[in-house]
């Protein structure tokens, strides 16, 4: 839905089409956990460095310098 709304586009995901799998784990990251045991800190919001991202592709893009 972030990307989404930061391309602009009409486009909207499809949540919840393939079923759950029962058997499956879980997996849950500790973020906190991560910080303090590296010591390491985002720089960028996610949100920001997906802005970032999506206007590099789209600058390539419109350059002529990726090949979809």
Do not use: H
């Not at 720089?43 to 979809?68: A, H, P, R």
């Amino acid at each position: 839905e972030t990307i989404c709304r930061l391309m602009d586009t009409q486009i909207k995901p499809d949540f919840g089409v393939i079923t759950e799998r029962p058997m499956e784990q879980v997996r849950k990251a500790s973020v906190e956990n991560t910080f303090s045991t590296t010591g390491w800190r985002p720089s960028y919001s996610l949100q920001q460095g997906l802005k970032e991202t999506i206007d590099w592709y789209t600058k390539k893009f419109e350059n002529g310098e990726l090949d979809l």
